[in-house]
Each structure stands twice: as structure tokens, then as C-alpha cells.
């Protein structure tokens, strides 16, 4: 099959070396021209220095990228997506089935990425659309390290289609669900808590704290998965519990890496200004702190890193507040 990617970042060349080793012709699309020319010149993926089939091309043409395949995967940061889906529609001439391996909440709106693709793409161009997700650091993926995610989309063929493009039975294995909104919103949700995990560890905390903070996380994710009439079933799944355990624990988290530093005493922007690719966690915060609020729901965790974020409020400070809190029932609402 022929599939083009809409991000020749880290993890859009992480999922093309998994197409490209099943077989597939993969075209990428980015905007960036060092990042086009590093593809077809050099072979390597820029962001993580680290090489990729020769089999994968690179455009700067986004009509090219488009016309190449009936299959669309966009691996762009949520802030960049709504501007990504325009240079694609308006040069869309045929239907295509979208995939997106981006994870956010569009703060804004708290708008979920399948509801962005439908609202931006005409319906008689949107043959389906599918999103990936799952424990997956595409540090490891682009070596060929075994990863298990999950391809969603509410027509199970079409969960059925990206499953059989990407699953192997070497080191890729793909299931499949139709539970868009609890894995949209699941694999969203987990990197504010990425975030709050690196914080505590830059400031100095071990793992019991990091054990309570991935459940005490999972249980605000499904206040808001109540909240929002999800299905709080799907967080017991890979793009639910199995993404919260892997960037809450791993060093290839960008959010865990933001957070640590912020928790280790540096400055909120400049961790921020340098990191070379995306934390999505801070705009997720901001989406899911104001849902709280406007739907009156208490999600302290989720206050505190907006606090830190927003607010400037110090780490120390934020600590403290979590800890005075009235004691609970751990079931209370
Ligand atoms: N990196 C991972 O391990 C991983 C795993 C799962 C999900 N994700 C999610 O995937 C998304 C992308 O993350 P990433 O790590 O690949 O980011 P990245 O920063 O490594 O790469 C993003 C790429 O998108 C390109 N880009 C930006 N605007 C564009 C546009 N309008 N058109 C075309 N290309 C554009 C950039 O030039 C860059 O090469 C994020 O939502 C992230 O949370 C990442």
C-alpha cells in the first residue's frame, strides 16, 4: 500500500520505519525543509538523530504528498494540527481515510482531534478516520523494539484496515477498538500527568510518589471520562492505563523530561523554549483544568500543574497545597 504522513518529526518517522519494514511505500509531507532534506539526503530521522529505511521519501509539496496515497496519517503537534488539515484540504480532490497519531485536546473548545477532522474535512472527502495510540516512544519503535498500541475508529473495518497496515508479528502488534472517545480522550489526558510525574521526580520524590500520582491521575482522568459520558472500561487498555504507566515512567517522555526540569528548579519558559519537540501535556492541562472548573469537577492534580504552568506558582508551594487537602475516603467523588 501506498501511505502518506502528514510530520516527518520524531514519531511520524517512528511509524513510517514500521510501514516501510511492512512493505509499504511511504511518503512524508513536513514544512520544514531541513527536515525533508535530512529524509532524503541523510536518511535520518533529525529530532532523534537516528537513521531510517532509505525506502522512506520525503516532499515539500504538499499536493505531491497528498495525491500520492488514498491513506493519511498526520503526526503533527495539536497546535499545529488545525493548520496542517487546511494545507491538505485545500488540495484534496479524492477521499481519503485519515489517521492521527497526535495526542491533545484542543483547549480552546476541548474539542477532541476525530471532532477537529470532521469539522474541518468535507464529509465526501473523509472516508473514515482511525487514531493510534498506545504505550509507544518512538525512541524505541524507530529501533524495531517491540510495541503493542491499538487503531480506533467508530467503523471497526476501518480500526480493522490500520491494523493490517501496521501490525506485524515481529515486534509490531496492533489490536483494535471502537472506543474513539475514551481513547482520544485517554491518550490525551496522560500527559498532564507525564508532566506532574516529572516534577515530583526533578524535585526529589521517589517511587511510592510516582505510584500514587499514576492512580491518583487515573482517577481524574475518569472524572472527566464520567464527565464526559466516555467509557471508563477503556482506561483499562493500552492507549488508557498502558500509555499513563509508560510517560509517566519513562525517560523518553518529553513531559516527564519538561516536568523533571521544572521540578529540579528550573525556569517553566526556558525548559520549555528549549525543548526541540512538542510537550503536548501543557495545552492538555489547560484544556482539562477549565473543563474541570466550567464542569465543576475536583481534580487537584490537575489544578496544581496548572498552577505551576499558569500561574507561576512554585513547585514547593503546589506540593504543599496537594498535601494540606482535607483527608478523603480514596473512593469519594
Ligand atoms: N514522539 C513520540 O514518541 C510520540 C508517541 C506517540 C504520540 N506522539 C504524538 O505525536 C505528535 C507529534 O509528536 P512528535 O514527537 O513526532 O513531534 P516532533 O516535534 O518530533 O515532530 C513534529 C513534526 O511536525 C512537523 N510539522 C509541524 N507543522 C507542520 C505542518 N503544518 N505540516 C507538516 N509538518 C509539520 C515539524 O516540522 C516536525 O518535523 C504529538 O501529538 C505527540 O504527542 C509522539
Same mark, same amino acid.
Given at each position: ?54 525506502? &522512506? ?13 488514498? &491513506? &493519511? ?42 471532532? &477537529? ?17 498506545g504505550p509507544s516512544h518512538a525512541e524505541e519503535v524507530i529501533k524495531g523494539m517491540t510495541t503493542v498500541i491499538t487503531a480506533t475508529s467508530l467503523n471497526e473495518n476501518h ?87 509508560v510517560t509517566c515512567t519513562s525517560k523518553h517522555s518529553r513531559n516527564f523530561q519538561a516536568g523533571y526540569k521544572i521540578g529540579n ?69
Amino acid at each position: 500500500m501506498k501511505i502518506t504522513i502528514i510530520g516527518g518529526g520524531s514519531w511520524g518517522l517512528g511509524l513510517g520505519t514500521v510501514l516501510s519494514q511492512n512493505k509499504h511505500d511511504v511518503l512524508v509531507y513536513d514544512n520544514a525543509p531541513k527536515i525533508v532534506d535530512k529524509i532524503n539526503q541523510k536518511h535520518i530521522c533529525l529530532q532523534l538523530n537516528e537513521s531510517i529505511p532509505k525506502t &522512506i521519501k520525503a516532499t515539500n509539496s504538499v499536493k505531491e504528498a497528498v495525491s500520492f496515497s488514498d &491513506i &493519511i496519517l498526520f503526526v503533527v503537534p495539536t497546535k499545529v494540527l488545525r493548520s496542517a488539515i487546511n494545507s491538505v484540504t485545500d488540495v484534496l480532490t479524492s477521499p481519503k481515510l485519515f489517521i492521527n497519531a497526535a495526542k491533545g485536546i484542543e483547549p480552546e473548545t476541548f474539542m477532541r482531534i476525530s471532532e &477537529i477532522f470532521e469539522e474541518m474535512v468535507q464529509p465526501n472527502y473523509l472516508r473514515g478516520f482511525v487514531t493510534l495510540s498506545g504505550p509507544s516512544h518512538a525512541e524505541e519503535v524507530i529501533k524495531g523494539m517491540t510495541t503493542v498500541i491499538t487503531a480506533t475508529s467508530l467503523n471497526e473495518n476501518h480500526a480493522k484496515e490500520v491494523q493490517e497496515l501496521f501490525h506485524n508479528s515481529v515486534n509490531f502488534r496492533v489490536y483494535t477498538s471502537t472506543d474513539l472517545k475514551g481513547v482520544e480522550l485517554a491518550g490525551a489526558l496522560k500527559n498532564i500527568f507525564a508532566l506532574a510525574s516529572g516534577l515530583i521526580a526533578g524535585k526529589g520524590l521517589g517511587d511510592n510518589a510516582r505510584a500514587a500520582l499514576i492512580t491518583r491521575g487515573l482517577v481524574e482522568m475518569k472524572k472527566i471520562f464520567q464527565a464526559e459520558g466516555a467509557n471508563v472500561q477503556s482506561l483499562m487498555s493500552l492507549p488508557g492505563i498502558g500509555d499513563l504507566i509508560v510517560t509517566c515512567t519513562s525517560k523518553h517522555s518529553r513531559n516527564f523530561q519538561a516536568g523533571y526540569k521544572i521540578g529540579n528548579g528550573k525556569d517553566l519558559e526556558e525548559t520549555l523554549n528549549a525543548m526541540t519537540m512538542v510537550v503536548e501535556g501543557i495545552r492538555t492541562c489547560e484544556a482539562a483544568y477549565h473543563y474541570g472548573q466550567k464542569n465543576n469537577l475536583d481534580l487537584p492534580i490537575i489544578s496544581a500543574i496548572y498552577d505551576i504552568v499558569f500561574n507561576k506558582m512554585d513547585p514547593e508551594k503546589a506540593y504543599k497545597e496537594l498535601f494540606e487537602r482535607e483527608k478523603k475516603n480514596e473512593y469519594a467523588i
